[in-house]
């Protein structure tokens, strides 16, 4: 499939699991696209890039070491996406780093997630964290600070900082993720 045949698949994924389960394969099985979509995804003012956001976090979710060829560009770029149908799949990405990067098992990313990767996350989680975002991004970022934390030990006090801040004025769903938040930092100490 050519980048232009692509673009025009993209234009039939809508919401359903299916579709981008469907797009994530096809990504899976021809790896040469994830390029084009990462194209699409920072093309940040065209409608299709919330779309490539969706299979993006699809084919990771399906198998994260598809994107590790990729992390120098998909975090350098990361910052630039902001339609919020797409920033909620790019914290999902970032979440699926930082859990595969807390798990001792997984030294194939471990050792391809370099720190100029985790200070960009860092970076854009602590973005979404302050700025106007939506509530799952912000809780996928608690997580992924949360976990990026236990490596970087500056970042716990930061995030407890903005949790306990913002807490009062948030939606209950942010409310019970940062509490849980809050109990994991507090314990580990």
Same mark, same amino acid.
Request: proline share 3%; aromatic share 8%.
């Given at each position: 499939?050519?980048?232009?045949? %692509? #673009? =025009?698949? $993209?234009? +039939?994924?809508?919401?359903?699991?299916?579709?981008? %389960? #469907?797009?994530? @394969?096809?990504?899976?099985?021809?790896?040469? !696209?994830?390029?084009?979509?990462?194209? $699409? %995804?920072?093309? +940040?003012? /065209?409608?299709?890039?919330?779309?490539?956001?969706?299979?993006?976090?699809?084919?990771?979710? =399906?198998?994260?070491?598809?994107? $590790? &060829?990729?992390?120098?560009?998909?975090? !350098?770029?990361?910052?630039?996406? #902001?339609? /919020?149908?797409?920033?909620? &799949?790019?914290?999902?990405?970032?979440?699926?780093?930082?859990?595969?990067? @807390?798990?001792?098992?997984?030294?194939?990313?471990?050792?391809?997630?370099? +720190?100029?990767?985790? =200070?960009?996350?860092?970076?854009?989680?602590?973005? #979404?964290?302050?700025?106007?975002?939506?509530?799952? &991004?912000?809780?996928?970022?608690?997580?992924?600070?949360?976990?990026?934390?236990? =490596?970087?030990?500056?970042?716990?006090?930061?995030?407890?900082?903005? %949790?306990?801040?913002?807490?009062?004025?948030?939606?209950?769903?942010?409310?019970?993720?940062? *509490?849980?938040?809050? *109990?994991?930092?507090?314990?580990? *100490?």
């Amino acid at each position: 499939m050519t980048t232009t045949q %692509l #673009y =025009e698949q $993209l234009n +039939t994924v809508n919401h359903s699991r299916e579709k981008r %389960l #469907y797009f994530a @394969h096809m990504l899976l099985a021809e790896p040469k !696209l994830i390029p084009s979509v990462l194209d $699409l %995804l920072f093309k +940040t003012d /065209d409608k299709l890039s919330c779309k490539a956001a969706w299979i993006l976090e699809f084919m990771c979710g =399906e198998n994260l070491e598809a994107l $590790l &060829p990729h992390l120098d560009r998909f975090t !350098l770029h990361m910052h630039t996406v #902001y339609l /919020d149908s797409a920033v909620r &799949p790019v914290a999902k990405i970032c979440e699926y780093l930082a859990k595969a990067n @807390h798990d001792t098992k997984n030294t194939t990313l471990r050792i391809a997630l370099k +720190t100029i990767h985790k =200070e960009r996350i860092i970076s854009v989680c602590f973005d #979404y964290m302050i700025n106007d975002e939506k509530i799952a &991004p912000k809780a996928y970022s608690m997580q992924t600070l949360y976990l990026l934390g236990l =490596e970087f030990d500056w970042i716990h006090p930061e995030l407890a900082q903005i %949790l306990e801040r913002d807490f009062h004025m948030q939606s209950s769903g942010y409310k019970a993720r940062a *509490k849980q938040i809050l *109990k994991q930092i507090r314990t580990k *100490k």
